[in-house]
């Protein structure tokens, strides 16, 4: 077998490489989506996509999950550049109605988790019978929540990441692979 190259790209003034590629990560989509299957199948519940960030995995897990389901979008706004500004704010809810069902919310990556918490909290009001929470990455060692994350498709390294609905600077989440900063 021949080695591969390693796939680097720039995006504006940054270097990364691959990290995930696209077959890693459908075949951990298509495991969670089965274990969603098994523990939702019978109850239709509410996939909740955060925005911007979970568009290409809400769409791949969802093509894989075979039972009757509703989705709906919520938009999050609390990150600029590489760092994370601690400040939430949501839009969205106003069309969508998830009182009393099961709702599963579907995250790009839960870093710190302070737009988890905030977004959990604000659901509160609405009023839903249980909330769950899947992400395509988590950062684990930088979490500084409490809330359990229910469905991780891949722990990963506390390095900034890109791709995959990830992006640096508005660019970047076309990629279907998952990149990591090259320092
Ligand atoms: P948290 O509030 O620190 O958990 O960060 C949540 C949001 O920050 C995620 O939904 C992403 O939009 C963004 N984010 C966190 N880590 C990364 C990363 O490594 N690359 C790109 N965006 C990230
Ligand atoms: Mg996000």
Not at 22 to 37: F, M
């Amino acid at each position: 077998m021949p080695t591969k190259f390693l796939k680097v790209i720039t995006v504006r003034d940054k270097n990364f490489e691959v990290y995930l590629d696209a077959k890693a990560i459908d075949s951990q989509v298509e495991r969670i989506a089965s274990v969603l299957d098994t523990e939702y199948g019978s109850t239709t519940p509410f996939f909740l996509g955060v925005l911007n960030g979970s568009f290409m995995f809400i769409s791949d897990l969802l093509k894989k999950y075979e039972k009757p389901c509703e989705i709906g979008f919520i938009k999050a706004a609390s990150y600029e550049g590489m760092h994370s500004t601690g400040k939430v704010n949501f839009t969205g809810m106003e069309s969508l109605n998830i009182e009393n069902r099961d709702v599963i919310i579907v995250e790009d990556i839960v870093d710190t988790g302070n737009t988890l918490k905030a977004l959990h909290e604000f659901l509160g009001q609405f009023k839903p019978k249980s909330v769950k929470i899947c992400t395509l990455l988590f950062k684990k060692e930088a979490y500084k929540q409490t809330l359990p994350i229910d469905y991780v498709c891949f722990e990963v390294e506390n390095k900034f990441l890109l791709g995959y609905g990830l992006d640096y600077d508005g660019l970047g989440r076309n990629l279907p692979e998952v990149y990591i900063l090259n320092e």
